[in-house]
C-alpha cells in the first residue's frame, strides 16, 4: 500500500532533501584505521599508563612480581604462563601486557590462596650442606653418593617438613630452607643433625654444617633471593667442621628460656684480631655456635670454625 506524501503545513519551511551529514557529526571527521591504532600503539607503550597499571597490580591480591623472570619458579597453570609471558605477552613495556599480567595475577591468587601476604615477611632462613662431600664422592663413586643423598634427605628432611619449615630447594649435597619462626627453625635444625647420625654408607658418615638467619628476603613465588639469604649461605660456611651456627639476627629473636629447654647455649665464634670481615657479611653481625649444654664443662681449643672465622 502507498503512503500519500505528506502536505506541508501553512508556515512550515520544507528542508531540501541532501545526503550531508548533520553538522553535529561533521565536527568529528571519521578517524581512519591508521590513526586510530598509531593512538593505541603509543597509549599502549606510554610510561605513564606502563606505572599506572603496575601500581594498581600491587592493590590486587596475588604476586604484585608476577611475571618477573626472577617469580617464575613453582607448579601449575599460572605459573605456566608466567614462564611463558616473555613469549606470549609481547613488549615488556607495554600496558597490554601488565594488564594481561593482572589476570593471571588474579588467577594466581585464587588457585594458590595468597591472597594479599606480605611481600617481604621476616623469615628464618636455614642452610644445609655435607662436609667434605665432593671428596669422598671422587672416591666413592656415583652409586654411593645417590645412596647416600637420598639417606641424608630420608633422615635431614622429615624434621623440618614436621616443624612447619618449608624446603625452597635442594643443592646438590643441601638444601635451603624457610621457616616463620626462629626458635622453631632451630629447634628443627637440632632435629636434623640428630637424625643423620644413624646415615652410614660404606663406612661413610656424614656431618652437617647448618647455617641459620632471620632476616626479610625477597619472595619470588615459591624462591626467596636476596641479601638475607647470601647472609644465611655464608653462616652457613664458618662452620667448616660441621654443626649449627646462628647470625646475631636469629640469636636475638629466641629467649634464653627456649634454648636452655632446648639443651643448648650459643658461643660467639671467635676471630683473629685485625682478620678483615668475612665478604658477604655486614660488619655488626655476629655469628654463633650452637653446643649441647653438656659440653660445658669440655675445654674448646680445636675449634677450628671460630679460630678462623
Known amino acids: ?22 553538522a553535529t557529526l561533521r565536527r568529528f571527521p571519521p578517524v581512519s584505521v591508521q590513526t586510530a591504532t598509531r593512538w ?4 599502549n607503550h606510554n610510561p605513564g599508563v606502563v606505572g599506572l597499571i603496575r601500581r594498581a597490580r600491587r592493590l590486587l591480591p596475588g604476586d604484585p612480581e608476577f611475571g618477573d623472570p626472577l617469580s617464575t619458579a613453582g607448579e601449575g597453570g599460572p605459573r605456566a604462563a608466567a614462564r611463558a609471558a616473555d613469549r606470549l605477552l609481547g613488549d615488556p613495556g607495554a600496558a597490554s601486557r601488565e594488564v594481561s599480567l593482572g589476570v593471571l595475577q588474579l588467577w594466581q591468587a585464587l588457585t594458590e590462596a595468597v591472597s594479599r601476604r606480605p ?13 667434605g662431600f665432593s671428596t669422598w664422592s671422587l672416591q666413592a663413586g ?3 653418593a645417590l645412596t647416600l643423598l637420598r639417606k641424608v634427605a630420608q633422615a635431614v628432611e622429615p624434621p623440618l617438613l614436621d616443624a612447619g619449615g618449608h624446603i625452597v630447594k635442594r643443592l646438590g649435597d643441601g638444601i635451603m ?8 627453625a632451630v629447634r628443627a635444625a637440632l ?34 633471593l636476596g641479601v638475607d639469604v647470601n647472609i ?11 654443626g649449627i651456627m646462628v647470625s646475631s639476627s636469629t640469636l636475638d629473636s629466641i629467649p634464653q628460656s627456649e634454648l636452655d629447654a632446648l639443651g643448648v647455649f650459643a658461643k660467639r665464634a671467635r676471630k683473629p684480631m685485625f682478620a ?33 672465622a
Open 40 to 43: 593505541l600503539r603509543m597509549t
Open 1 to 22: 500500500m502507498e503512503v500519500a506524501p505528506r502536505e506541508p503545513v501553512a508556515g512550515e519551511v520544507e528542508e531540501p532533501v541532501t545526503d550531508a551529514a548533520p
Open 191 to 224: 632435629a636434623a643433625e640428630r637424625a643423620l647420625r644413624s646415615v652410614e654408607v660404606a663406612g661413610y658418615t656424614p656431618r652437617m654444617r647448618v647455617g641459620i638467619h632471620t632476616g626479610r628476603p625477597h619472595r619470588m613465588a615459591s624462591d626467596w
Open 142 to 144: 656415583d652409586d654411593a
Open 177 to 184: 630452607a624457610v621457616f616463620g619462626d626462629p626458635t622453631v
Open 276 to 308: 678483615p670481615q668475612p665478604a658477604g657479611l655486614p660488619a655488626d653481625l655476629a655469628i654463633y655456635r650452637l653446643k649441647a649444654s653438656r659440653e660445658l664443662a669440655v675445654p674448646d681449643d680445636s675449634d677450628e670454625t671460630d679460630s678462623q
Open 232 to 242: 644465611a649461605a655464608r653462616v652457613m660456611e664458618r662452620a667448616t667442621k660441621g
Open 119 to 131: 611481600a617481604n615477611p621476616e623469615v628464618t632462613l636455614v642452610f644445609t650442606d655435607l662436609v
